[in-house]
DNA sequence: ATTTAACTTTACGTAAACGTCAAGAAATAT
DNA sequence: ATATTTCTTGACGTTTACGTAAAGTTAAAT
């Protein structure tokens, strides 16, 4: 690697299918996220080229779904890690909704955490009932 | 309070519209989550009256939605709050299942606090940034 | 050069989770 | 007794988040 080439890893792209791959979802997600304006995958000729920056918004796409936000709402948290290329206006405001979302999501976990102890409660009761009605306590 | 009503607390009952103030959604969710079995308030002629039971399902429906989960999936765990009237069998598969629900939900909890510090430390840049263009630090 | 594979757009379909009338019955208030 | 409110059952509509099939385009392989 030379002093003129600039190429590293952050500059990798991915095809749409290696998207697919990486993030086990389909094409027709890929291209759903992009006209709802979460990702925004550079062109060569026709085809998507997707780049570091994509690939950082999907893993904040996943982790957004898998605690339950719509689509709409990450969206507008997306920006937050791309803040460099907006106006100051825009930025404060996504400050804004960055803290109630980080507010909410601590809120979330507390919640969770209390609904795990239920949860461990409600299935301790639950196995006390199975033994006592004789099951085998080797496949509990 | 005398020895011969058996009344309390647990006994008591309520309309839907009680119902959509005490837990804040429509009559039609309500209505909703009974056809897909998921509450079975009793009947005074044609109206609907929700029990302590229903109550509590109504809790950890929307506990489950919160974190995510589909209403089907939540069916299928409410059953463990209900064991009493159900076969051995039935209840160590609803067993099974809140052993992984449990497993599931404290791998969240996990990411959740993954996700809140580096949503932290986004946060923090974006501060960063923002202060250093200039903002008062006042409204942030 | 031509087959093949990967990709594209367009567009209709679907499941989940309700919203929103409409029309009638039942309970409550006056 | 009658008006009003609350509730009921349909039944069609809506939003979100994609699935899927069709028909054409581009890039890669042989």
Chains 1, 2 share one sequence.
Not at 57 to 62: S, V
Request: proline content about 1%; glycine content about 6%.
């Amino acid at each position: 690697m030379n002093v003129i080439s600039t190429k590293n890893k952050e500059d990798k792209v991915n095809t749409i299918t290696e998207m697919c791959k990486l993030f086990q979802v389909s094409a027709r997600t890929l291209r759903f996220y992009e006209s709802k304006e979460l990702l925004f995958p550079i062109r060569r000729g026709q085809h998507r080229l997707f780049t570091k920056s994509d690939r950082g918004r999907m893993k904040l796409i996943m982790q957004g779904k898998r605690f339950g936000f719509s689509l709409e709402e990450i969206r507008q948290l997306l920006n937050l890690y791309n803040f460099g290329d907006h106006r100051t206006r825009q930025i404060k405001q996504t400050y804004q909704l960055g803290l109630k979302r980080l507010s909410s999501m601590e809120q979330q976990k507390k919640e969770l955490g209390l609904a795990i102890k239920d949860l461990k409660t409600q299935l301790q009761l639950c196995k006390d009932l199975l033994l006592k009605r004789g099951a085998d306590a080797q496949d509990l």
